[in-house]
């Protein structure tokens, strides 16, 4: 299982740094998983967002 941290609107998985935030929104119950729900200042890197975020990712040209 990954390991999600969020400090200072960063956030981070297994450690390493994969976007910021602006908002988020935590809900759970005991001994439940825990759903998340987060708007995105930047990228996203190494991360399936598809998870955390609700509204749909607009491309990037490379």
Partial sequence: MNSLRIQNGKVFVNGIEVGQVEKIHF??????PVEVE?????PVR????SVYQPEPRQQQPE
């Fill in 27 to 32: 809900k759970a119950e005991a001994n439940d």
């Fill in 46 to 49: 190494g991360l399936d967002v």
């Fill in 38 to 42: 987060m708007k995105w200042l930047v």
